[in-house]
């Protein structure tokens, strides 16, 4: 078959395609009943060699996934007076005379964590900060993905040795 | 004169102790932070954030108990002097090797506070409205 402009083109859309759909994404395997097994087979299969993968590498997809990513450093959490506050901060400007009135009840004195002025954070230390979260995540993503290729090459282990294709 | 001076000093002794006593009988505040600059000892001034700083939207501001607080988390800071001069609240203290300074308009509400360490200053705006007192 000569390659003319027109079939050249049909044919770019098919490779397109193939490697839009057909292509498997990376770290995706495919196994395949080589001696027959059928689908009930396949499904058992499965389930003990997940369970094997699981114990050789105490690793388990899924419950790693349910796994909540840790919070970035500079968020406080949401406290009981936030809302309080908002409103009586709306009234801001109408003091008048009130701050030389009755004592209130104090606040609860005493060093917390941080302090509230010992605490502040310049732009460089937020910065800094910051750097080391993002960092601390990228590690904890390659050490998770690194469990993850542990636990599937023991699944893909274990099918192999039941008879199946695994690519 | 030998004893008008000794009366002399007794009468400003007690006016300064009766000014002090009325600074620290000032009702609890709850002030908005609205603005942080952030200077560095190279002298430039940046903006900041709230977040950035990590200072609390809103501080508790108690005369009495001598103490700052964050209605939002636990965090506190101690008032080391409580005093009314020409109309304005002004409130000194320290903390974790930084020393600061405040004032609260008593007519406006408005509010200046200097947080100065060895080679940083903060310089926070805001505004503060009386507060009730923490119901427990």
Redesign the interface.
């Known amino acids: 078959m000569r390659l003319t402009r027109g079939n050249a083109g049909a044919i770019g859309v098919a490779l397109t395609l193939l490697s839009g759909s057909l292509v498997p994404a990376a770290g995706q395997t495919f196994t395949y009943p080589s001696n027959g097994q059928s689908a009930q087979q396949e499904s058992r299969d499965r389930g003990e060699c997940h369970q094997w993968a699981v114990q050789q590498t105490g690793v388990d997809p899924a419950s790693a996934a349910a796994m909540p990513a840790a919070p970035p450093p500079?968020a406080?959490?949401?406290?009981?007076?936030?809302a309080?506050?908002?409103l009586?901060?709306a009234?801001?400007?109408?003091?008048?005379?009130?701050?030389?009135?009755?004592?209130?009840?104090?606040?609860?004195?005493?060093?917390?964590?941080?302090?509230?002025?010992?605490?502040?954070?310049?732009?460089d230390q937020?910065a800094a900060q910051q750097d080391a979260y993002a960092q601390q995540q990228s590690q904890a993503q390659q050490a998770s993905a690194s469990r993850l290729d542990a636990y599937n090459r023991a699944l893909n282990a274990c099918l192999a040795g039941r008879g199946y294709t695994v690519r | 004169m030998r004893v008008l001076i000794p009366i002399a000093l007794a009468s400003a002794l007690t006016l300064a102790a009766g000014v002090s006593a009325?600074a620290?009988?000032?009702?609890?505040?709850?002030c908005?932070v609205v603005n942080v600059v952030?200077c560095s000892a190279q002298g430039d001034c940046?903006r900041?954030t709230i977040?950035?700083?990590?200072?609390?939207?809103?501080?508790?501001v108690?005369?009495?108990?001598?103490?700052?607080?964050?209605?939002?988390?636990?965090?506190?800071?101690?008032i080391q002097s409580v005093e009314?001069v020409n109309d304005q609240?002004v409130l000194q203290?320290?903390?974790?090797?930084?020393a600061?300074s405040a004032t609260?308009?008593?007519?406006?509400?408005q509010m200046a506070v200097a947080?100065v360490e060895d080679q940083?200053a903060?310089v926070v705006f805001g505004?503060?409205?009386?507060?009730?007192?923490?119901r427990r």
């Not at chain 1, 406080?76 to 007076?81: E, L, S, T």
């Open positions: 500079s406080p959490p949401p406290g009981r007076g936030v309080r506050g908002a009586r901060g009234a801001v400007g109408s003091v008048g005379g009130a701050i030389a009135g009755d004592a209130g009840k104090g606040a609860a004195a005493g060093a917390a964590m941080g302090g509230l002025i010992g605490g502040m954070r310049t732009r937020y | 009325l620290e009988q000032a009702s609890l505040l709850l908005a952030e940046q900041s977040e950035t700083a990590n200072l609390p939207r809103f501080i508790r108690d005369p009495a108990a001598k103490s700052l607080s964050s209605p939002d988390d636990a965090r506190t800071a101690p009314l609240l203290g320290g903390q974790q090797g930084r600061w609260v308009a008593e007519k406006t509400g947080v940083t903060f505004a503060c409205t009386a507060a009730e007192p923490e």
